[in-house]
């Protein structure tokens, strides 16, 4: 059983620009959650999806948007890159209101 | 607002010796609590969680945590570290109240078990 995965792996872009992250999650998850991890801190809950809504928002700026697919998977577009948005992100995946189980991340790069 | 506590950035043992983090809590409803452990460079690998029941919980690895209501505590315990333990951990909660889903974390304790 695969568990959570997220592609690409590592990524480098530039200030201003877009970028695109993809989750897929367990298998027999429907609830996908991200967060951002930023280096030497605890991971902070960006928002989650369950039946292709946003169902709660964390803090974070509306450059942040997120998309559900009737497959589970979810992608989390970053628009306007800072270079403050270099961390890792982390996806999350669950079935219930209980345990998450997280991905190996992506980890974002800005210059 | 939920937050978490964890009041030691490191916490350095010999091996074979008991190995304690120590976490804290604040939630407005009652909590769910999680600890989750991660490896250099890696997600975040789940050790174990309470919801309800019996204040001592027991996970993967031989890892186990007492919740403590009164004194908001959620202890990660293991009788005898190993060298392998070397890792970062996470304390996070989650308020039981059904419309949040989110979870907050700790900013990590990073562990060293030495040989």
């Known amino acids: 059983d695969a568990g959570v995965t997220q592609s690409p792996t590592h990524l480098i872009k530039t200030r201003g620009q877009q970028v695109t992250l993809r989750c897929s999650p367990k298998s027999g998850h429907d609830t996908v959650s991200w967060y951002q991890q930023a280096l030497g801190q605890g991971p902070q809950f960006i928002f989650q999806?369950?039946?292709?809504?946003?169902?709660q928002r964390g803090n974070f700026p509306d450059r942040f948007s997120g998309h559900q697919f009737p497959n589970y998977s979810s992608e989390l577009n970053v628009n306007a890159l800072l270079l403050g948005d270099s961390a890792l992100y982390l996806c999350a995946s669950s079935s219930d209101y209980n345990e998450q189980f997280f991905g190996p991340g992506t980890r974002l790069t800005v210059l | 607002a939920q937050s978490v506590a964890q009041p030691e950035d490191q916490v350095n043992v010999a091996e074979g010796n008991p190995l304690t983090v120590k976490c804290t809590y604040s939630v407005s409803g009652n909590p769910y609590l999680f600890w989750y452990v991660q490896y250099p460079n890696r997600g975040l690998q789940f050790l174990l969680k309470?919801?309800?029941?019996?204040?001592l919980v027991k996970g993967s690895y031989g890892f186990e945590a007492e919740f403590n209501k009164s004194q908001t505590s959620f202890h990660l315990k293991k009788p005898s570290a190993l060298v392998s333990d070397s890792a970062l951990y996470f304390c996070a909660v989650r308020d039981s109240r059904s419309n949040d889903y989110k979870l907050s974390f700790g900013a990590g304790t990073t562990v060293t078990v030495r040989a």
């Open positions: 999806y369950y039946e292709e809504e946003e169902r």
């Open positions: 309470y919801i309800t029941g019996d204040n």
